[in-house]
C-alpha cells in the first residue's frame, strides 16, 4: 500500500478533527465553546467483511399533533434500536471502528479485552466515547508527571483509596472503607493480568475533587490532541507495556498537599471555573441576571429534557447554582486546580474526575427483591420517594436552594404549575395553569430523615416537613412510577428502580459511566431541576383519556424496557468489562511510550 506523506496526513487530520468537532456539537448539543472532542460520532453504518450494511431504524410511531412526551419516547427509541444494530460483531470490525472513532490503534490488549465482553455478552461493545472524553486532558501531560501526581496525592491525608498493581496483580490498597477496597479487588480481579504496573488514587467522598481552570484544560486538550497526531503516525504500534522504576512499592508519605478543603460552602465558584469564559455561567453579572442557554437539551413548552448530557452542563445553566444542593454549600468539597488523575464514582460536568462503575452498584449495596414486587396492575398510580435530606449541608437556610428540598416542597405545596391541554379535534398542545395540589394524588413524595444541616436549619426542615418514619425499601415496589433524585452525588438505588417492575422518573445532573448505556426516554424519563415539567410529565403518564394523553400503556412498556435492559447492560459482568476497557485506555495514558504502543492484529 502506498505510504502516505506526513503532509498529506496532516492536512487529513486536520480536516477530520474540523469535520469531527462540528458533528459533536450538533450530536450533544454542546456551543462551539466548550472543549472540542477528538472522535467522530458513532456510525450509522457497519462494515462487515467489508461489505457496507445500513440498518434500517424503526419508524417513530408519531405525528402531528401527538404530546412532546410520545414524540420524545418514539425518537429516543428509535435511535437506541439503529444504536444496537450498528454494534461490532467480531474482533476486526470493533479494531476498525475503533480506529475510525478515535483515529488511533486500540490500546495493548485489546483483543483480551474483546474477549472478555464477547464472553460476558455485553451488547454495546462499541460505545465507550465517554472514556475519551475523560482521558483526553491527561494526554495533555506527561506519563512521568501524571504518576508522580497520584503518588503525591497517595501520600497525603487527601481521602483517596490507594490501590497499587504490579505483575498483573492488585499488591496493595490503602485508605478508605474496607468493603470499598474489598469491591475494587473483586471488580479488577478477572483481568488484572493485562493491566500495566500502575498506582491509581479513588475518590473516598461522593462529591467531586479535581476542578482545572478553563485556559489550563484548554491548553491540555490542545496537548493531548497533538499526542493523539503523533500516535496516529505509528502504523505499526507495540502490543505491549512500558515498566517504569518510579512505581514503588507501598506509600510514601507526602508533606503537602494540592487539594483544599471547602466544606459547608457554596461551591459554584469553583464549579464554574473550567467553562469557556463567554458561557453563561461564567457570565460578570449576578445569578438571575443570565438566563440558561439551554435550547439544545430541552424542548418547549415546559422544558423537557431531550439530551440529558447537554442539560446535565453546567455551564449553559447558571441558575443550577441556586437550585442545586452541591452548588448551594456541598456537605464536603475536598478540590485541587491541577490536573490529577482522580477516580470518582460520578462527577459534576466541569469536574476532571475520572469516573468509573461504582463499587457501591456491584457490592450490590442497594438490592432488588424481585420477590417483593407486584404486577403492574397491582401498583398505585403514583410517584414515589422517600429519602434523607442528603445533596449538601444546610446552613442559614441554604436548604431551601437544595433539589431534593426544592422537589419535596413542591410536591406537596399549594403553588400553581403548568401543564398542557388539547381538545379532542385540537392539532396543538396549548400551556395552562393548574394547582398542584389537584393532582396531589398522584405524587407520594416525603423525607423519612433530616441531616446533613445546623441545629436551626435541621429545626426547621422538620417543621416545614412532614417527616416520616423510615420505611422498609421494598414498599416502593407498590407504585407504578418511582423517583430517583440525586444526593450528595448519585442515587444509589437508581439500579435497583430500573431492575423492578415500575418505571423511573430521574431528577439530578452527576454524570455516571452509563451516560452511554441508558437513554433518556428509552429507559427511564428525565426530570429537570426547575420543575416545569414535573407535574405534566406524571399526568400525562397516569391520564388515559383521549385529549388528556392516553399515555398509561407508556409507563408500562417504560418499566419493562428497563427491567430487560438491566438485565442485559447493568449487571456486575457489565461493569468490568466497562472498567477493564477504562483501565486498558488510562493504563496507555500513563506509559512513557504511549505514542508507540497499541493494539494491531
Request: hydrophobic letters at 35%.
Amino acid at each position: 500500500m502506498r505510504r502516505r506523506t506526513p503532509t498529506r496526513i496532516v492536512c487529513l487530520i486536520l480536516a477530520s478533527v474540523l469535520l469531527t468537532t462540528t458533528l459533536v456539537f450538533l450530536r450533544d448539543g454542546k456551543s462551539p465553546a466548550s472543549i472540542p472532542k477528538i472522535f467522530s460520532p458513532p456510525s450509522s453504518s457497519r462494515d462487515t467483511e467489508n461489505k457496507l450494511v445500513t440498518p434500517t431504524p424503526p419508524t417513530p410511531t408519531t405525528g402531528p399533533g401527538d404530546h412532546p412526551i410520545r414524540t420524545l419516547i418514539a425518537n429516543a427509541n428509535a435511535d437506541f434500536e439503529a444504536l444496537k444494530a450498528r454494534q461490532s460483531t467480531s474482533l476486526s470490525q470493533a479494531i476498525a471502528e475503533y480506529k475510525r472513532r478515535y483515529g488511533l490503534s486500540p490500546p495493548p490488549n485489546f483483543d483480551k479485552w474483546y474477549a472478555f465482553a464477547k464472553a460476558r455478552k455485553v451488547v454495546l461493545v462499541d460505545e465507550f466515547d465517554t472514556i475519551h472524553d475523560l482521558l483526553l486532558p491527561f494526554r495533555g501531560l506527561p506519563p512521568a508527571v501524571l504518576r508522580a501526581r497520584v503518588t503525591e496525592a497517595l501520600g497525603h491525608d487527601n481521602m483517596l483509596i490507594a490501590l497499587q498493581i504490579r505483575q498483573g496483580n492488585v499488591t496493595h490498597t490503602e485508605g478508605g472503607q474496607k468493603w470499598v477496597k474489598d469491591a475494587l479487588k473483586g471488580m479488577t480481579r478477572e483481568f488484572t493480568q493485562y493491566l500495566p504496573d500502575m498506582d491509581l488514587a479513588f475518590n473516598v467522598h461522593d462529591e467531586p475533587r479535581v476542578a482545572v481552570p478553563h485556559d489550563d484544560l484548554q491548553r491540555l486538550v490542545a496537548k493531548g490532541e497533538e499526542s493523539i497526531e503523533k500516535a496516529m503516525l505509528n502504523e505499526k504500534p507495540r502490543n505491549e507495556w512500558s515498566s517504569h522504576a518510579d512505581l514503588v512499592k507501598g506509600i510514601k508519605e507526602v508533606p503537602t498537599s494540592r487539594f483544599n478543603h471547602f466544606s459547608h460552602q457554596s461551591t459554584w465558584a469553583h464549579s464554574k471555573l473550567s467553562c469557556p469564559p463567554d458561557s453563561p455561567s461564567r457570565s460578570l453579572l449576578e445569578v438571575g441576571e443570565v438566563p440558561d442557554v439551554n435550547s439544545e437539551s430541552i424542548t418547549s413548552p415546559l422544558g423537557f429534557i431531550s439530551n440529558q448530557t447537554a442539560y446535565s452542563d453546567i455551564c449553559n445553566s447558571p441558575s443550577f447554582s441556586k437550585n442545586y444542593g452541591f452548588f448551594a454549600s456541598a456537605n464536603s468539597f475536598n478540590v485541587a486546580q491541577d490536573l490529577i488523575p482522580i477516580f470518582s464514582q460520578s462527577k459534576i460536568s466541569s469536574f476532571q474526575d475520572i469516573i468509573y462503575p461504582p463499587p457501591w452498584y456491584w457490592y450490590d449495596m442497594v438490592p432488588y427483591n424481585a420477590t417483593r414486587d407486584i404486577p403492574w396492575a397491582e401498583k398505585q398510580e403514583t410517584l414515589y420517594w422517600r429519602g434523607g435530606t442528603t445533596g449538601g449541608y444546610s446552613r442559614f437556610g441554604a436548604w431551601r436552594r437544595h433539589h431534593r428540598q426544592r422537589f419535596v416542597l413542591k410536591a406537596n405545596s399549594n403553588d400553581q404549575t403548568p401543564v398542557l391541554a388539547k381538545e379532542d379535534t385540537a392539532t396543538e398542545w396549548t400551556e395552562k395553569s393548574t394547582a398542584v395540589q389537584d393532582h396531589k394524588d398522584l405524587f407520594d413524595i416525603k423525607f423519612t430523615e433530616v441531616g446533613q444541616c445546623d441545629t436551626g436549619d435541621c429545626t426547621a426542615q422538620r417543621e416545614a416537613f412532614h417527616v416520616l418514619p423510615k420505611v422498609d425499601p421494598n414498599d416502593a415496589w407498590r407504585s407504578r412510577y418511582l423517583l430517583d433524585m440525586d444526593g450528595n452525588a448519585f442515587s444509589g438505588r437508581f439500579y435497583s428502580f430500573l431492575q423492578s417492575g415500575s418505571a423511573v422518573l430521574k431528577m439530578g445532573i452527576s454524570r455516571e459511566w452509563h451516560a452511554e448505556w441508558l437513554r433518556e426516554w428509552v429507559h427511564y424519563v428525565p426530570l429537570s431541576l426547575h420543575g416545569r415539567d414535573w407535574v405534566e410529565a406524571m399526568r400525562w403518564f397516569t391520564d388515559g383519556s383521549l385529549g388528556g394523553g392516553a399515555a398509561t400503556e407508556e409507563g408500562k412498556a417504560l418499566a419493562v424496557r428497563s427491567t430487560e435492559w438491566a438485565g442485559k447492560a447493568l449487571r456486575n459482568a457489565d461493569l468490568e468489562v466497562w472498567f477493564f476497557r477504562l483501565l486498558l485506555e488510562y493504563g496507555r495514558v500513563v506509559d512513557d511510550a504511549r505514542e508507540s504502543i497499541g493494539f494491531a492484529e
